[in-house]
């Protein structure tokens, strides 16, 4: 049998890291083994669904490069692959159950049920169904039917039998039929439930590996027996690691930081998401980090996937974005940075922008950070630091400044564009001033600093001129000459 595997969510916002790692593991792991990746859209609850959450789905999947063989965007042979326009697939399977035996209706109204539980949870006693429809006779079940009286459809849960399930991280896993709950599987609206449907679909899709949370597992026991009462061949099941939060605490959907798509906002590569969701339960051969797409399909396996929590480490999600911002070329970066940058690009030209890129770069860890970044080196300076500006105080360092900017004036325009050129003469119009003054090293420097940053921190000096240009650069000499001119308490 071929390999298939499957990617199932529900179409109720955003698509949480939990659910990129799942899908994740089902790609890599039908890549490796030649097999199919299908998209199968679990709508089944209309109440929960959000209008175009799919087709963000289907365009977060295409930024990430993962690319699926079946769904509802591109069909295949098993479709349709939305559950919703499968109902009558649902119905008729449903009928099969309850002609053998394997399901049964059930008219106890929702303040029955809820009043049952609260007694149940109040008693010690594991909430679960009382199974008092279980023993109606079918033609009293069909009269109550047939009146139009409003009904669910159960699973009949065997006694006193013991379900192993059988999963490729955790091995061989027991439970007691005793424990397993009489599940609804067809809703009083017509809808399936998820265990139902998932069953039906699954067999039907020819899915032969359900890869999926470990929060699927306690329901996995319901599943493995409705494939017996069909009679079909249960696929393997791998049930992942949960996520936890740096408190160890597990992750949620409605944590506000876990929407791959405000990754995506935020400026961070496709490449590192799928790199660094990829090690949050599983760990590969050597203490390799870094891996491609492709390396990902070559070295994953689930034998290597952990059975304990992975804990999402947002400091290394940042490391590993740096590490990939680094290894980016230009052209794809500015590309990239661009949407962050457009007025700067139009005010200063492509050239200063991509320069301030290349000088600033080594620090990002994020597309956002990155053209943040450079937006900050255009900004206007902030209020001077006085501290600094007392590097200016005495005659020798304001002489060096100004001869400084006197030298830098009379240089070539065209030097001002060819920025390894300017910086080899910023160096040496710099280093010449000095000399005049008896001034080198950090005497030197820190007047120069103070010159043009008035602040004690900020880009390479050779480089800064080069970003902002002649008529910037002259004006930042000018002003804190002015400045140094009055005394330090009207700064």
């Known amino acids: ?226 494939y017996q009462f069909f009679g079909w061949q249960i696929p393997q099941f791998a049930h992942l690691p949960l996520l936890l939060n740096a408190d160890r605490s597990k992750m949620s959907k409605r944590s506000g930081d876990v929407a791959v798509e405000e990754y995506r906002k935020n400026g961070f590569l496709p490449a590192t998401l799928l790199n660094f969701v990829a090690l949050l339960g599983w760990h590969p051969r050597d203490d390799r980090e870094i891996f491609s797409l492709d390396d990902l399909v070559r070295e994953f396996s689930l034998e290597r ?45 492509e050239a200063r922008v991509k320069h301030a890129m290349q000088t600033l770069r080594g620090g990002a860890d994020s597309y956002e950070v990155l053209a943040q970044k450079i937006r900050d080196t255009f900004a206007p300076l902030p209020a001077p630091v006085p501290e600094v500006m007392e590097l200016l105080e005495s005659d020798a360092a304001k002489s060096v400044v100004a001869e400084f900017a006197e030298r830098m004036a009379l240089l070539d325009r065209a030097v001002w564009s060819d920025f390894a050129k300017l910086e080899e003469e910023f160096k040496n119009i710099a280093t010449a001033a000095g000399q005049d003054h008896g001034l080198k090293g950090k005497w030197l420097w820190q007047p120069l600093r103070a010159a043009l940053m008035r602040q004690p921190h900020g880009p390479e000096l050779g480089k800064l001129v080069g970003i902002w240009g002649r008529d910037r650069v002259l004006a930042e000499l000018q002003h804190s000459l002015e400045l140094v001119k009055q005394p330090v308490a009207h700064r």
């Open 305 to 349: 996937v952990n059975k304990a929590g992975a804990v999402f480490d947002l400091a290394k999600l940042r490391w590993m974005n740096a590490e990939y911002l680094k290894a980016e070329d230009e052209a794809t970066l500015l590309s990239h940075i661009s949407p962050w940058v457009t007025d700067l690009l139009q005010e200063y030209g």
């Open 1 to 226: 049998m071929s390999v298939r595997t499957r990617y199932a969510p529900s179409p109720t916002g955003y698509l949480h890291v939990g659910g990129l790692r799942t899908a994740l593991y089902n790609y890599l792991y039908a890549r490796q083994h030649g097999g199919s990746f299908v998209l199968r859209i679990e709508d089944t609850d209309q109440t929960r669904k959000v209008e175009g959450a799919v087709e963000n789905l289907i365009d977060v999947f295409g930024w990430l490069g993962m690319v699926f063989d079946e769904g509802p965007h591109i069909g295949g042979a098993c479709g349709p692959y939305v559950q919703s326009e499968r109902l009558s697939t649902y119905r008729e399977h449903l009928q099969h159950l309850s002609d053998v035996g394997h399901a049964y209706a059930c008219f106890c109204t929702s303040a029955r049920l809820e009043e049952m539980r609260r007694q149940q949870t109040t008693s010690g006693r594991l909430p679960m169904y009382d199974r008092r429809c279980r023993n109606l006779s079918k033609d009293v079940a069909q009269r109550r039917m047939a009146a139009g009286e409003p009904h669910v459809w159960r699973m009949s849960v065997p006694d006193g039998q013991r379900v192993i399930v059988s999963d490729m991280i955790r091995g061989d896993v027991s439970f007691e039929t005793g424990t397993i709950d009489d599940q609804v599987l067809l809703k009083s609206d017509g809808f399936p439930t998820y265990h139902m449907a998932n069953v039906v679909d699954d067999h039907l899709m020819q899915i032969s590996h359900v890869i999926r949370g470990e929060e699927w597992l306690p329901s996995t026991p319901k599943h493995a027996l409705l």
